[in-house]
């Protein structure tokens, strides 16, 4: 019997012990091995009375019957005196038989006190690490298949109690609840009933049956001995401190606890100095005591983590190696502080440092490269010497090297060394000597590159691994799977095998992955040590080698016993993004996790090494565009500002690579446009897009000209000789061999696909995979279809779904005759044979499956559940089966809704953006859209199609505005189009249905979406009858007036020859002016009603502006061009009819407003034709200045006509008497053809202005000028001053300037017809107010005179007569008759109209208005006026009792063909010019009109209104067919259905019937002829009957809309009801209805915003709710993970959805909270009658009030105003938020009151301060201050900049001030000093609203 010694003492035993030791080492023959190690070796040497003593505790030792499954080598030379007390105890509550429970804090100390005590004490152990996934059955029994039938495998707790072994369980926090319960009975009484029937029983109860019954019966009774030496020892966490499930009273109850604290302070000391013996002992105890304090109770209150003090040792030892090395760095690696902690945090760890002189100081330093690495030879494998430079010493270590050979040469071609890599690769050698590592980084920023070239160095392969997040622990270790015999067996993981083969495993993505799961890993991590599912151990090589000498077997013999050592090289990097700080949810970096590794941070790259890894990688690039991109990238990751982050983030080094790959090989690309196609900038939320905009300008990337050239190109695609061309990109068709995979879809061409199309090819070819991002229906499939089909690739299609899981994605298993057996899903196969993988609505699948693709595209690998694996290269391929190789042809194309609301999926592109080359497909632009839909709909006129295009652009902007919800695309347009297509005679409004009925019970949208439609012509709504034309009045008769004779030439007196002379014009200038571009809102009129208004817009006048000429050039009717002058200021405002823009010149320097005189200057114009079209004249009337301007380029020149009358016209001083001086005057008939008659009034010249030859000819006259009409080229009606006789002026039509020709003038005489009662008076001679300048067509001509004729003639209108027309007028000299149409009443000239309250009776003093408003229209024979409503017979055109309505004036239209007048009212405009007197003098009536094309007409009213009319009578009789067309033929016919039958059985044969002798009405009957309904007979509307017969009745039907019409009773009922419940909701809140009156104006103003603000925060509710699935369930779908499970007959396989249950430990959600800053200060008041700011305050007040009703839980809001009274003027305490009208009315007012008697000053600024500092004392999920104040900082002396470091104060809040729009610039200035999308300026104070609903939507929603 040999006895033992143990030394067990504290410390290092002193020399006696040590030679005790070494005389036992060469009694008991240790060898070599012991003796290097310098341990304590105990050898079992089989006695059977040892006994182990431990102060005064003895245990009897037992042989073990297994001892291969004794713990080894975990007892160390000198235990500390702590663990020998906690042995002691261990053993103390062993001899009682009690389980013990050890709780302490993370770190590997428990669990190695247990092992120790379970090797001291040689007991077998089985060791459980328990995590989120353990079930039941893990603990119990597990069925397995073997040869066709289930069997049960007793699993650990069993196999421990009937073996007598001890259960090591750890983890217990980290179960699920109600799994540990199965133990309890166990633990208590040492019974439990198994699933196979068997019954554990305990010891004592066993034996006293053994002695009644025989062992042989109690077996019979499946009655099993729990062995006396089973013991539980479990390992936990305390729960409350850390995250977990607090253990289960009962449970806890059944164990003895002993708290395990860390190593006493002398402990720790004393082991950290034995092994860093080259570092002074002052050092240790520095960090030892900096370690200590951060473990403190006072340093978790402040939040931070416990310091991993167990890792010290690793510390220790790289420091005993570098003893030069800075002491922060290592301690940064143990406690990465910077990553994981906020500002206080990190702050707290710096006074500590600072505390313990551990800050890094000048001499201490940082290893700068590795040098060399030497594989070491000998006894040693696998282990390599590695140099690294530190400072200027060099240092050679020994490290683990891998199985392969070492990289010699770190150069490669992938990999650009910089010095900050160079720096991380060597600190990585420090630590990989000691411990596993993990790499923390952002996205993008090179881990796993980093990682690669590590393993490359040290010779390492490397098994890239991807965790998802919902990986359970058997993804992770081992997984199931069956035999070709149908046995169920067990398969490694790759994570096992790497153990076994000594490779570097890469763990990506450690922060998606549960902490429960992870627990698995501790063991292997701390001690490397692993036990397997199917019960197989991993141990430590040198555990291993011992247990091999100890029980002298061989490896096969462990083997057998499913004992196998862990590679010695086996190491673990793990790769894992940034904690985000201050989140509940991403705060994956805890105490337990810091035990585990080493952590290295790596940092983005600076700014030059990216520039260098740029350049070494793609050298070809041109350099000043990467130096672009690089400044606008680190601007961004610099700022601390949420949105720019995350950009930035879109931005990672590999995408800036991409951007750079694309632009060598495209030069001409714009920059600007790839860093948006990167950021995705077209579905960034508004705030992020004008930071990126803001930020692209700052570093000089503009948008480049070439943008705007990409429309023009021509974009076809076209395939030659087997190249593709798209755009001007080609590529080499493929030729497949799977031709019915390639997609085959109907699409048509369109400019904007074909860009998207040769985009994606430039990406294609540069071996990119594609992400496609857009909204619905803009054609994502079909251009991906198309793509592929045009270079005839195969595709495989994956839809992703709510379901989708990683299995799913790669195999879909199945059981077929008892084997599980694995399909391939698309994926695997596009892999294998190289096909297209086009991956349809990612964003639906959860994230954590998606980011599976990662590593697919990033490192070609992947491993499939089946045990397969993918991989890029061949080279990985000899010698291992069940490997894929990626086919070089194979691709990735995902297609993807834009992130965010109304789509609510899940954000694929934020993260898994970088990995693809990103392209945003919009709806098509108009054109390309008209162009496709064209192809869709040949037979739908054009108009239609414009309309539709119009107005779902419209609706498209305003859902990118937000201010409605979904987002209208091409897919709804084309719907539409097909249908007209198809059933044309159905009307557009109802066929627009299809797609609106979806909002047809939401009112808000319902309103815009009807507004937008009627605004582009879509009559929703309208009915067939509501056609409102004017009121036609009969024409009076014509009458034969007399005849103009020319008099002959014979009389010497009346043939007058006129000299003319030519001059060269004198050409001042040109001067260039700007030309401003200004938005047209065109409405069509005809939305709801039928009138003759074509459409209408506004012109942005001013106030004072008055509209003074009105003309359009006469072109072809598509291009007319309007040009309207304004003359106070005097401005030119022109605009394409039918376009949506226009633009205008101010020409105010010219033409300054004189305020003292009565000069007001009055401007026409003259737009002229080809070649100068474009080019307009001015002319002032007054001083008759003449002015060319170019309106395409701003050119502006002075023509100066009079080379000797240049004085300036005589300014009549203020007080002169004389009302009006003679003005000149412009003919502008003849335009067009670029020449222009001037005259002034009273005057006796005609000076002709031929623009093109730059001369003016002058005609003198012996007559003084009262008008000119120009009725041909040649021939001009002249009238003479005073006496108002006419004469014509004939000349040559060009005068040429050689012969200075004599112009002829005649005079007319007018001679009356012979009136019989010899009536012949002269007197009536009268100017006429226009003349046609060219004839009526002979159609018309003859219809109105009444006789057929063919002759020249002109037509012309006066005061007198409606119209009049002169035959043979000007073309005969012959005597001419002339026609007219007489009024009744001459139109007034002197009285001012009564009827219009806006002239305030101001009389004209002399002299008619300066424009007459009078047109004719010679195609459809109409003369039109405008005429003030005083001069229509308003009586005849309105009944009795209707009002008319307030206009501005009367069209009135004389049509000659159809003899009627028509008066269409002309509406009233918007706002009048104040100057009354002025604009009497303009015009009779308060607009202008001018003629648009052959038929249509123009008025502009005087508040700048432009209305398009048509009156001519064949063009609005086709419009409203059309108009109808559009509304559909709804006739009121009731619709039938017919069935026909080919039997011929149900009608008989039809007949005539029977003729009724009374002819009465007859329906049905089958027996009259000449009934209405009826069946068989001859009739109206039967069925059956032979032909119609109308016997005369009138078919009387209730119209379908009358049918469909609510009774009148049954509206008032209802609206009374509403009335009645809004009284009685007033009684109840005690408003009045005048103050409910007050409040409704606030409220309604922002009640759209409002809805759409609360549609918003539901779906984030709903979000939230989200369910997920729930495994392991007894019911529900069977789970694609467990289907083995169910072959072996298993019961919880299946998973449901459900309410997760918080993450244990979790922290609560806490709510958003948002503090609201108002500017109540007086300026408000003073400003608000401006622009209405206070009330717009008020409105953004009130729409914070209202949308966060209800929501109080999820946004905590406040709202305070500033003044100059004080900056914190409490008006909504976050407690005590309005809940009703009645007190949110009261906050308004309150407001309003303080605004208006508050002192003056300004407290903007410590209104932020302190609302910033007050509202991040709260606890809160996130922060959000919104700051309201006018822009007059400047005023009270606030520096902007100061304002700005204001905004910015703290990180956490994110603050945002809106400046209502300022006087001046202000607002402007200010914003250019803030930081991007933290300012807005709303100069339209209606913005606010809107802007309040952009800063909700982009921020707080994107991470609710």
């Known amino acids: 019997m040999q006895s033992r010694v143990l030394c067990l003492g504290g410390g290092a035993g002193g020399p006696a012990a040590r030679r005790v030791r070494l005389l036992l080492r060469q009694v008991l023959g240790g060898g070599a091995a012991a003796a290097q190690s310098g341990r304590l070796e105990v050898r079992a040497l089989h006695g059977s009375g040892d006994t182990v003593t431990i102060g005064d505790v003895s245990f009897k030792l037992k042989t073990p019957k297994n001892p291969e499954l004794v713990p080894q080598n975990y007892m160390t030379d000198s235990l500390a005196q702590s663990v020998v007390y906690h042995l002691r105890w261990i053993m103390q509550k062993d001899l009682l038989g009690q389980d013990v429970f050890l709780i302490g804090p993370p770190g590997p100390l428990r669990r190695s006190i247990a092992m120790q005590y379970l090797e001291l004490t040689k007991r077998e152990v089985e060791y459980i690490a328990l995590s989120r996934d353990t079930t039941e059955t893990d603990l119990k029994q597990r069925r397995e298949i073997r040869d066709g039938s289930a069997f049960y495998l007793d699993q650990c707790a069993v196999r421990a109690a009937t073996e007598g072994r001890i259960l090591v369980l750890e983890g217990l926090e980290k179960a699920e609840r109600n799994v540990l319960p199965v133990l309890n009975n166990l633990l208590e009484n040492r019974e439990m009933q198994l699933e196979d029937g068997r019954f554990l029983m305990s010891a004592e109860r066993y034996d006293k049956l053994l002695q009644d019954h025989t062992k042989s019966e109690l077996d019979a009774w499946k009655i099993v001995r729990v062995s006396e030496d089973f013991r539980v020892i479990a390992l936990g966490l305390p729960v409350p401190k850390y995250s977990g499930n607090p253990l289960d009273p009962p449970l806890r109850s059944r164990f003895q606890a002993r708290d395990v604290y860390h190593l006493p302070f002398k402990d720790h000391l004393q082991l950290l100095y034995s092994i860093g013996s080259n570092i002074s002992t002052e050092r240790i105890s520095q960090l030892l005591s900096f370690g200590t304090t951060l473990c403190s109770q006072e340093s978790s209150t402040l939040g931070l983590p416990d310091f991993p003090l167990d890792s010290l040792s690793a510390a220790v030892q790289i420091l005993d190696s570098f003893p030069m090395m800075s002491v922060q760095c290592v301690i940064d690696r143990l406690y990465p502080y910077n990553v994981f902690l906020g500002k206080e945090g990190r702050t707290a760890v710096k006074d500590a440092l600072k505390r313990f002189e551990l800050q890094d100081s000048e001499n201490h330093l940082l290893p700068r490269r590795i040098t060399n690495v030497e594989s070491v030879h000998g006894n040693k494998p696998f282990k390599a010497d590695v140099t690294v430079q530190i400072g200027e ?42 411990k596993d590592m993990c790499l923390i980084g952002g996205k993008g920023c090179g881990k796993t590159v980093i990682a690669k070239e590590f393993a490359d160095i040290l010779g390492y392969s490397i098994e890239p691994i991807m965790l998802y997040q919902d990986m359970t622990a058997r993804d992770l270790l081992q997984q199931r ?55 197989t151990r991993l141990l430590r090589e040198d555990r291993y080698q011992n247990l091999k000498e100890e029980l002298q077997i061989s490896d096969e013999k462990l083997q057998e016993r499913s004992i ?6 086996f190491r673990i990097v793990v790769l894992a993004e940034p904690p985000v700080i201050g989140s509940s949810t991403q705060q994956w970096l805890g105490p337990e996790f810091l035990t585990l590794f080493l952590f290295h941070n790596v940092r983005s790259l600076s700014k030059s090494e990216e520039a260098e890894v740029i350049k070494e990688m793609i050298p070809n690039v041109p350099s000043v565009a990467v130096e672009q991109l690089l400044s606008l990238t680190h601007k961004l990751r610099e700022t601390n500002d949420a949105t720019a982050q995350s950009l930035a983030s879109s931005l990672s080094t590999r995408q800036l690579l991409r951007i750079c790959r694309r632009l060598s090989q495209h030069p001409d690309e714009s920059l600007y446009y790839a860093v948006n196609k990167a950021c995705l900038s077209r579905f960034l939320p508004n705030l992020a897009r004008s930071a990126l905009h803001k930020n692209l300008q700052d570093s000089g990337i503009e948008t480049s000209p070439d943008d705007m050239k990409l429309e023009e190109k021509d974009y076809t695609c076209e395939i030659n000789n087997g190249i593709l061309k798209i755009g001007s990109v080609t590529m080499p068709i493929y030729n497949s061999t799977e031709k019915m995979k390639v997609p085959d879809v109907l699409f048509y061409e369109n400019a904007q696909h074909m860009m998207v199309m040769e985009d994606m090819l430039k990406d294609f070819l540069l071996g990119e995979h594609l992400l496609l991002v857009g909204n619905q229906g803009v054609g994502k499939n079909k251009i991906v279809d198309r793509f592929l089909h045009l270079l005839n690739r195969p595709r495989e299609y994956l839809q992703l779904h709510r379901d989708t899981t990683v299995q799913s994605l790669t195999l879909q298993p199945s059981v ?29 699948a959860p994230t954590n499956v998606t980011c599976v693709l990662k590593t697919l595209v990033e490192s070609g690998e992947m491993v499939l559940s089946d045990g397969r694996r993918i991989v890029a290269n061949h080279a990985h391929v000899e010698r291992r089966e069940n490997v894929i190789v990626i086919h070089p042809d194979f691709r990735m194309i995902v297609l993807a809704n834009r992130p965010g609301f109304p789509f609510l999926g899940n954000d694929f592109f934020g993260t898994l953006g970088d990995i693809f080359s990103c392209h945003a497909v919009d709806n098509p632009k108009p054109q390309s859209e008209l162009a496709m839909l064209r192809q869709y709909g040949p037979d739908v006129p054009e108009p239609i199609l414009q309309k539709l295009v119009a107005a779902f652009g419209e609706l498209r902007s305003l859902a990118d505005q937000g201010i409605i919800n979904y987002p209208y695309s091409t897919r709804e347009v084309v719907n539409i189009v097909k249908h007209l297509q198809k059933f044309p005679t159905e009307g557009l409004a109802n066929v627009v249905r299809n797609v609106f009925d979806f909002d047809s019970y939401n009112n808000e949208m319902r309103e815009i979406l009807i507004s937008t439609l009627h605004k582009y012509g879509i009559p929703i709504g309208a009915k067939p009858t509501n056609v409102q034309l004017a009121k036609e009045l009969p024409l009076p008769d014509h009458k034969f007036m007399g005849y103009w004779k020319v008099n002959q030439p014979g009389n010497a007196q009346q043939k007058l020859l006129c000299p003319t002379e030519t001059q060269k014009i004198d050409v001042k200038g040109p001067v260039y002016l700007n030309i401003q571009g200004f938005p047209l809102e065109r409405h069509e009129a005809r939305s709801l009603s039928f009138t003759e208004e074509l459409a209408f817009w506004t012109l942005p006048l001013g106030e004072v502006n008055l509209v003074c000429d009105v003309t359009v050039t006469k072109e072809e009717e598509a291009e007319n061009v309007l040009y309207v002058t304004t003359c106070n200021p005097v401005s030119l405002y022109f605009m394409n009819v039918s376009s949506k823009s226009g633009y205008f010149v101010d020409l105010y320097d010219l033409f300054p407003r004189t305020v003292g005189s009565v000069w007001q200057p009055f401007v026409t114009v003259a737009p002229l034709g080809n070649p100068l079209k474009g080019q307009v004249v001015l002319h002032e009337e007054e001083s008759n200045v003449v002015l060319l301007l170019d309106t395409s380029s701003g050119a502006l020149r002075r023509l100066l006509l009079l080379p000797d009358a240049q004085v300036s016209p005589k300014r009549t001083s203020w007080w002169s008497s004389k009302e009006e001086t003679s003005n000149y005057k412009m003919c502008r008939e003849f335009s067009h053809k670029n020449w222009l008659v001037f005259y002034k009034e009273a005057g006796n010249r005609l000076i002709v202005l031929d623009v093109l030859e730059g001369r003016t000819h002058t005609i003198l006259l012996p007559i003084n000028l009262k008008s000119v009409f120009l009725a041909a080229e040649d021939r001009w009606l002249l009238v003479e001053n005073e006496t108002n006789q006419k004469f014509l002026l004939t000349k040559r039509a060009h005068i040429e300037a050689e012969d200075s020709e004599v112009c002829q003038l005649y005079a007319l005489t007018e001679e009356p017809a012979d009136m019989g009662f010899g009536l012949t008076t002269a007197s009536e001679l009268c100017v006429p107010h226009a003349v046609s300048s060219d004839q009526l067509s002979s159609e018309n001509l003859t219809a109105a005179v009444g ?110 063909n159809s003899k009627k007048i028509k008066y269409i009212p002309v509406p009233r405009s918007q706002s009048l010019s104040p100057y009354t007197s002025w604009l009497s003098k303009i015009s009779d009536a308060d607009a202008l009109l001018a003629p648009l094309g052959k038929v249509g007409l123009v008025t502009v009213d005087m508040g700048g209104s432009v209305r398009l009319w048509e009156t ?8 409203l067919q059309d108009w109808r067309n559009m509304i559909g033929q709804e006739d009121g016919r009731p619709v039938q259905i017919t069935i026909q039958r080919d039997s011929g059985l149900d009608v008989s044969s039809p007949k005539h019937g029977k003729v009724d002798p009374d002819n009465m009405p007859h329906v049905g009957g089958n027996t009259w002829a000449g009934g209405t309904g009826g069946r068989d007979t001859a009739g109206l509307g039967g069925k059956g009957g032979p032909y119609r017969l109308d016997a005369g009745h009138r078919v009387y039907q ?106 244990l430990g979790s922290p609560q959600q806490k709510p958003k909270r948002l503090r609201l800053v108002v500017d109540v200060s007086g300026s408000m008041y003073r400003f608000n009658g401006v622009d209405g700011r206070l009330e717009r305050s008020m409105e953004a007040v009130c729409m914070v009030m209202e949308a966060f009703e209800n929501y109080e839980h999820k946004f905590k809001y406040d709202i305070v ?142 991470s609710a």
């Open 393 to 434: 010493k060099e240092v050679t270590f020994q490290v683990p090297a891998g199985t392969g050979l070492l990289k010699k040469h770190p150069r490669s071609d992938t990999f650009i060394r910089t010095s900050s890599h160079n720096q991380l690769l060597a600190e990585m050698m420090q630590s990989h000597m000691v």
């Open 481 to 535: 799977y069956t035999l070709p015999n149908g046995d169920t067996a067990w398969r490694p993981s790759p994570l096992v095998t790497a153990a076994l083969e000594g490779k570097l495993v890469i763990l990506d993505g450690i922060h998606r992955i549960n902490p429960g799961t992870l627990a698995v890993l501790q063991r292997l991590i701390h001690d490397r040590e692993l036990t397997l599912y199917d019960g």
């Open 564 to 569: 196998f050592p862990i590679h010695p090289s």
């Open 816 to 844: 077929k005759d008892g084997l599980i057996i694995y399909e391939d899903s698309p994926l695997v196969k596009a892999v294998k044979f190289g096909h297209i993988l086009v991956i349809d609505e990612a964003d639906k």
């Open 1347 to 1456: 006789q057929k004729i063919s002759s020249p003639n002109r037509i012309f209108s006066d005061e007198h007569n409606y119209a009049t027309i002169v035959i043979g007028f000007p073309d005969l000299l012959s005597s001419s008759e002339v026609y007219s149409w007489k009024r009744n009443s001459s139109l007034s000239r002197k009285r001012a109209s009564p009827s219009d309250p806006f002239y305030y009776g101001a009389r004209r003093k002399t002299g008619a208005a300066k424009q007459t408003n009078c047109v004719t229209l010679l195609s459809s024979n109409q003369i039109v006026r405008i005429l003030a409503p005083g001069d229509v017979p308003l009586k005849d055109i309105y009944p009795k009792d209707v009002t008319p309505p307030q206009t501005a004036g009367y069209l009135e239209v004389t049509d000659l």
């Open 1512 to 1519: 001519g009578l064949d063009s609005l009789q086709r419009s």
């Open 1598 to 1703: 209730v119209s379908q809309a009358e049918k469909d019409a609510v009774p009148e009773e049954v509206k008032r009922a209802a609206r009374e009801m509403g009335e009645k419940a809004f009284k009685q909701r007033l009684k109840e809140i005690q408003m009045s209805e005048y103050d409910a009156s007050t409040y409704e104006r606030f409220s309604g103003a922002v009640r759209r915003q409002v809805q759409s603000l609360r549609i918003i925060l539901d779906n984030l509710q709903a979000k939230g709710k989200e369910r997920q699935w729930l495994r392991h369930q007894a019911v529900g779908e069977l789970d694609d993970a467990k289907i083995i499970d169910g072959l072996t007959g298993e019961k919880a396989i299946y998973k449901r959805r459900g309410e997760l249950e918080p993450q």
């Open 1761 to 1902: 105003g500033h003044s100059g009274d004080g900056f914190d003027i409490t008006l909504v305490g976050s407690d005590k938020v309005p809940k009703n009208n009645k007190q949110r009315l009261e906050i308004l007012k309150i407001m309003h009151a303080h605004a208006q008697f508050c002192m003056s000053g300004d407290h903007t600024l410590e209104g932020t301060e302190h609302a910033i500092r007050e509202i991040a004392k709260e606890e809160a999920d996130e922060y959000f201050v919104i700051i309201l104040s006018d822009a007059n900082l400047e005023r009270y002396g606030i520096q902007p900049s100061r304002f700005a470091q204001v905004l910015t104060t703290n990180a956490q809040v994110n603050a945002f001030a809106i400046f209502i729009g300022s006087l001046g610039d202000q607002a402007d200035r200010l914003q250019r000093t803030l930081p991007a999308g933290r300012s807005f300026i709303a100069m339209d104070t209606k913005e606010i609203p809107q802007i309040l609903q952009q800063i909700f939507t982009s921020t707080m929603l994107s």
